[in-house]
């Protein structure tokens, strides 16, 4: 909840504003910055949304009427794992923006955000995982804005891709159109990957060198290098051996 600037002026003429507005808490890794833009959009405000070490900052520009009823929607339409814990304003000098944007993070000399833990897959992305149809059917490592890795991938705060361990799996252009798109609930989702461009699956016997290695085929399918494997026996090969009581170790 706000624990500052509960009241932010008393006035609703269309004098226009702009405030730089901090936010502290769990606002980074939860789509925080998408919900922000959204809205702003909705109510045609300019300004910007970004991540710095503290937390996420929005610096929002209208009308005053308008500014206000930004302030007190946004925490309805944040994603549930998000938490606002306390919010400071300051007010900016108007410079007539109309446009809103997502900005690159800010990077500063100490981190005090926080980042939610790894969170469990969505219906949404449960639904996507069982279609054949879909390019990212029972593909494992499937994820958007509202699941997926948080804490275990990250490097060091603000939360951007750069800085975490998805850092050196650049997006083919499927993933990419849908993290540039506003209306995607994979806009600016930082695990984002697809079987084409994300993270592959290794299968190594104890005692041998040799990998199965799962990478998409030509078909944009899913099959592992090593004697045709493809990945279901992957997958079917590791629970077998747990069967047995043996022993599965998995690394990232």
């Known amino acids: 909840m706000y624990s500052e600037g509960k009241q932010i002026g008393g006035t609703t003429h269309a004098k226009r504003r702009r405030l730089r507005v901090f936010f502290a808490g769990r606002v980074q890794g939860v789509g925080f910055r998408p919900a922000a833009y959204r809205l702003a959009r909705d109510l045609e405000l300019g300004g910007a949304v970004w991540n710095d070490p503290s937390g996420a900052v929005v610096e929002i520009e209208g009308n005053t009427e308008a500014v206000e009823e930004f302030l007190a929607r946004l925490p309805g339409v944040l994603p549930a794992i998000a938490s606002i814990e306390s919010v400071r304003f300051e007010e900016m000098e108007p410079s007539g923006s109309?446009?809103?944007?997502?900005?690159?993070?800010?990077?500063?000399?100490?981190?005090r955000g926080s980042l939610p833990p790894d969170t469990?897959?969505?219906?949404?992305?449960?639904?996507?995982?069982e279609d054949p149809e879909d390019p990212r059917f029972r593909y494992p490592f499937i994820t958007c804005s509202n699941c997926g890795p948080r804490f275990s991938i990250v490097r060091y705060l603000p939360y951007d891709r750069e800085r975490t361990s998805m850092a050196c799996f650049p997006l083919c252009e499927y993933c990419a159109?849908?993290?540039?798109?506003?209306?995607?609930?994979?806009?600016?989702?930082?695990?984002?990957?697809c079987p084409s461009c994300g993270p592959h699956l290794f299968f190594v016997e104890a005692g041998s060198a040799v990998a199965s290695v799962l990478r998409p085929d030509a078909s944009g399918g899913l099959q592992v290098s090593s004697a045709g494997r493809n990945y279901q026996e992957v997958i079917a090969r590791a629970k077998h051996m747990l069967s047995r009581g043996g022993v599965v170790a998995v690394k990232g």
């Open 98 to 111: 109309w446009d809103f944007e997502v900005l690159e993070s800010r990077v500063g000399t100490s981190a």
């Open 177 to 193: 159109s849908q993290y540039r798109d506003p209306s995607d609930r994979r806009f600016h989702a930082e695990p984002l990957s």
């Open 120 to 129: 469990a897959l969505c219906p949404d992305c449960r639904r996507e995982l």
